[in-house]
């Protein structure tokens, strides 16, 4: 849709237009090019400069001149006004740090910098050209003959039909990547990465480096497959004998491939620019050699070239054993064998003994190339595969079968075993090349239409190219010549030599430049690709490639190419590299095709390619052609390259650094997660799906520091990994004053949760008070269905000392507003002694006090602890409570069973707690502690008035009990009297600091108790006096003497903990040794009267415990016995 801009002109009242314009002059000289001086992108990639926004701080003052737009002063700082946004849009390059660069580099002298020339190449000769001649290369002069020949006209017509449109839907795809934005250094590593994410890009790009390097292997042993094959034969140094040939010239192309590569090595490290000045003379050579052959086509129609084939029978011989395509000839009326009978017969004499074969065949001499009107098509439609060493034989011709004997066979045979996914994989290179113009970005005049018009134009020409050639060899040459290899029936010439005009010699030099070119262009790009890589950082070990001279040039990278391209080198043989490298680029060109379609599926608001003609179907198509295509060249050579290209992603998603490049799969994962958000939040999560999804409440210092990092470390001990874990924390404060202390606190969070290998998410909030803060986690953190179920909290140690910052009281509303929210509790008690996750336990247990059935928790916890290392070897311990009604043995053999249903493994034990007398120490801890909760109520003075009666108060009561026990006397029977022992330090009173309608706290009388009846003997006296909880001496009289003060008490706070003291003295008799003891967590009373009360309740039941782990269940069932 066309867009309209408007420039309307500001004035300045206050200065005329030519002050105004002289100014505006002065600014734009002093902004110049370095208004931007910083490489500020997206990916911390230096090479990907951007002139938009975030000006630094020197050009500023430049910005706003005081005059005009005052409105938006303080966005000057920040935003560039647009008149100077277009003039440095006007003045952006982003040139790709290629040859050019490198060399300009080198030849200046000092820092001065030359002045980089706008790029003015075109569609022709920026991109077309240069797919031309990469696309067209070694394959087409060495082996297309032979697999037309091999295959017959219609498969290989499907070969060339399948592999052009495999490169042509990627080259629609990349069209609509490379059109979507600048492509600077890298290419394609460049499109997939910054399109489908680090992972895959450094995946992809490491492949493709691979298939380019193995790509110049190819060319190198093309290029001395030509030398010792068509121009200097007797070159070769080793020479093979008696059948030996075969393995012979793999030794010499092992040396001569060495040497050559050698010194292309030292070509492109001594200067590329040779190499570059060189590539129009390749590129001449290819086009020369293709207009020759289409020449050639059309000579042979009228007149065909004379090149003669001998045949024994329907076989073709080797030219090289025979002068006469004979086996007689008449000389001065005698008639002579030739050396053709030599061959086949034990002596030159007519009646000597030969080759059943030879004597039951003719000898026949046909036309190599009988020409485009000689109806050879149809002999050439169909396939010849074979197995290696079988004979190239002439389908047609007459031929009498017959047993060979020991003689050796001068015929041409197959040097491999041939078949049509073979063939596949050793044509499929001969397609690749499409991404020299996308490559070459930065040189175009206008890539965004140069890249398009051009590579799909360069693939159609070539697609012409191939499939006509198929049409047009399978029309001119014989059969069994296409099928000779190496040109051993046609006196050692190249097959498409000896069909080309106005000379063989044409595509021999040809093909020898031309292959040999592009080996040097392989060793020049390979490196920059990997240099490429490495200086994106993504995976570490390769970062020393990122570095070379001093002007850039990659040494230490081309080292490394030169060291892989020894290895195919070394397997010297064309026909086993070529599959090789097609599988590294069909990976590249799969995973180009991925990302066109990942972003034209997503609709991401940047993905606005120029280029209009493509479609995610196209994209589909091109990528699953190219996956099997894969698997029909070689499904083993495939698996290997998936696996190293799974390698080399796992690798960089755990060592590599972390980039965000904006790429499809961060999108495609968003859009996933939205899916299953949507999904999960239809209905809730079933009994069998149910785990821990925990809300982790962390408290920070005053440093913004985790207070207690081994909830974090229990955190992963629990989860394992599985599930969802929020770790929230609160600050006080308002979130405008306190937002950097908020963004530090999250760093710190996140650092502590990488350091204990903690896998979830941070979410720190700013609130007026702590209480307000927790609550708004429990209820919003999470989204849709992804929230948390489980809230983890450590317990408040100091929660009787005033300095302590998390104050009782919001623990307590915590655990209400969770019960309220439906979501189970667990509370850590002394976490700091829980083990890290370097911490091993090799024996101990779990020991789990069943008490109440809150939905199975209490079972499901250490199951879930079991399964990491640290617990993995303790053993599960179920213990429960039996009353005086219950029949304890029926009770344990219910539990084993149910346990038995559930799967899980536990020594089962039931309790018995029978009914007794509440004892003085029950008594004893209940006065004080209602002592200490009377205080808090009824003081609303300042700090140290508070301090001050609270010490009356104390004081009075130890007077009042002095003056009993010396008051009262008893006469006529022994009494024993319990002196209270003087235990009670001065109480702390805990000040609520964050609001003031948390401090005020409403008085309420506590309706004087029932009396409690108790009667006491010497037996119970005893117990009593040798509690060690009772370190102070007991008084016989003093015991009724108190009896008035107990009779004030609350009774129900005298039960509650009577059940404390008592649950806690069975604990801590069986589980006092456990690594972890798991109980099930009270509820708070539902009259906050009782808070504190609720507090000193649970530390009594928690006393002489070591690792404390309270649960509160959620309200629901989380276990089931059910499949």
Known sequence: MPTNFTVVPVEDGAKSDQDGGENNLNVREQEGLDFFPGAFSGDGNPQESSPFINSSDLDRGNLYDGKNMALFEEEMDSNPMVSSLLNKLANYTNLTQGVVEHEEAENNEGARKKEIKSPRMGTFIGVYLPCLQNILGVILFLRFTWIVGTAGILESFAIVFMCCSCTMLTAISMSAIATNGVVPAGGSYYMISRSLGPEFGGAVGLC????????????????????????????????????????????????????????????????????????????????????????GVIKSAFDPPDFPVCLLGNRILLSRNYDVCAKVVIEANETVTTKLWSLFCDSPSLNASCNEYFKMNNVTEIKGIPGLASGVITDNLWRDYGPQGMLVEKKGQPSISAPDSEFTSPYVSNDIATFFTLLVGIYFPSVTGIMAGSNRSGDLKDAQKSIPVGTIMAIATTS????????????????????DKFGEAVSGNLVIGILSWPSPWVIVIGSFFSTCGAGLQSLTGAPRLLQAIARDGIVPFLQVFGHGKANGEPTWALLLTAGICEIGILIASLDLVAPILSMFFLMCYMFVNLACAVQTLLCTPNWRPRFKFYHWT??????????????????????IAMLIAGCIYKYIEYRGAEKEWGDGIRGLSLNAARYALIRLEEAPPHTKNWRPQLMVLLNLDSEQNVKHARLLSFTTQLKAGKGLTIVGSVIEGTYMVKRPEAKQSEQNVKSAMAAEKTKGFCHVVVSSNLRDGFSHLIQSAGLGGMKHNTVLMAWPNLWKQQEDPISWRNFIETVRETTAAHQALLVAKNIDSFPSNQERFSNGTIDVWWIVHDGGLLMLLPFLLQQHKVWRKCKMRI???????????????????????LRLNAEVEVVEMHESDISAFTYEKTLVMEQRSQMLKQMQLSRNEREREIQSITDGSRSSIRRKNHSNQSDGQDEIVIQLADKEEEAQLIHDRNTASHAAISKKVDAVPDRVHMTWTKEKFTAERNRNREPAGIGVRDLFNMKPEWESLNQSNVRRMHTAVKLNEVVVNKSQDAHLVLLNMPGPPKNKCGDENYMEFLEVLTEGLNRVLLVRGGGREVITIYS
């Open 464 to 483: 012409f190219i191939y499939m006509s050639c198929v049409i047009l060899f399978g029309a001119c040459i014989e059969g069994v010549v296409l099928r």
């Open 208 to 295: 493709f480096y691979l298939g380019t390097t193995f790509a110049g292997s190819m060319y190198i042993l093309g290029t001395i497959e030509i030398l010792l094959t068509y121009i200097v034969p007797n070159a070769a140094i080793f020479k093979g004998e008696n059948g030996g040939e075969s393995e012979a010239m793999l030794n010499n192309m092992r040396v001569y491939g060495t040497c050559c590569i050698i010194l292309m090595a030292l070509v492109v490290y001594v200067g590329v620019k040779y190499v570059n000045k060189l590539a129009l003379v390749f590129l001449a050579c290819v086009m020369l050699s293709i207009f020759a052959i289409y020449a």
């Open 879 to 901: 213990f429960t409570v039996a009353q005086m009604v219950d029949n304890s043995i029926q009770m344990k053999k219910d539990l084993q069973m149910f346990l038995y249903h």
């Open 618 to 639: 196209l994209s589909f198509l091109g990528m699953s052609l190219c996956l099997a295509l894969m698997f029909i060249c070689s499904w083993y050579y495939a698996l």
